[in-house]
């Protein structure tokens, strides 16, 4: 069944625990947790002192994003902030086979990304280490853009590939997910469905993840 996971990005900030509290409750299976630092994207959002801080509230897996530069030197902050899962960006300049190992040596999932101009190939040479790979369906840095369609041909290919492959892998997609684009990427292969404005926005987020996990997979 397919994995949703709220990003907390479109919660209230000023109440982000008790964001947290209600996307458990409502049957999320992670929480999504956007962190960027001004300069691998426009937008500056939260840090590790705040993911620290949340984890005693839920038991809920984190799946922390990192949009940000130079993602090794800030790889042990998150894992002792409590993150179950740290995703880099392929795009970031250095580091990027260290710091994945770095993660897994330090307990956790390691994922990658890649920006929707990124071609798949580049992620390629590190599928043998990665637990999961995050698709991106928008440019990083904002909640509420409009999802990339080509981003779908990106998922079906990867699933093809781990599937022929026999990789264990978790295949997320992230930006402008909706009941549309959401159904459409499970069908195409994804197996996790991050999302922010159209899950904190829906007039019942319980319903609306009961709806979603609802989607055929390519996978099941
Ligand atoms: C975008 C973030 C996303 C964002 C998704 O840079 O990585 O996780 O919160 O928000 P929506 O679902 O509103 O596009
Ligand atoms: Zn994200």
């Known amino acids: 069944m397919i994995k949703i996971s709220p990003s907390m990005l479109s919660a209230d900030a000023s109440r982000l625990g008790e964001g947290l509290e209600m996307l458990e409750r ?32 839920s038991d809920i897996p984190f799946d922390v994003h990192l949009m940000i530069v130079n993602p090794i030197k800030h790889v042990p902050d998150f894992l002792d902030a409590g993150s179950d899962m ?4 392929v795009e970031t300049t250095e580091g990027v086979e260290d710091a994945l190992q770095m993660i897994k040596d330090g307990g956790a999932k390691a994922g990658l990304s890649l920006n929707p101009g990124t071609p798949l190939q580049e992620i390629l040479p590190y599928l043998d280490i990665l637990d ?4 991106m369906s928008v440019q990083p840095g904002f909640g509420g853009q409009k999802f990339q369609e080509h981003c779908l041909d990106k998922i079906s290919e990867l699933s093809g590939i781990a599937q022929v492959r026999k990789i264990d892998l978790e295949i997320s997609v992230d930006g402008g997910v909706n009941r549309e684009t959401g159904r459409r990427s499970a069908e195409a292969g994804a197996t996790v469905l991050a999302a922010g404005s159209s899950l904190f926005g829906a007039q019942d987020m319980a319903e609306e993840i009961k709806l979603w996990k609802g989607f055929a997979t390519k996978v099941d």
Not at 132 to 135: A, S
């Open 26 to 57: 409502c049957g999320a299976d992670w929480a999504h947790i956007d962190v960027m630092d001004g300069v691998f994207v426009p937008n500056i959002t939260i840090g590790q002192h705040v993911v620290k801080h949340l984890r005693p509230v």
């Open 132 to 135: 999961l790979v995050l698709v």
């Open 86 to 89: 740290i995703t880099l960006h």
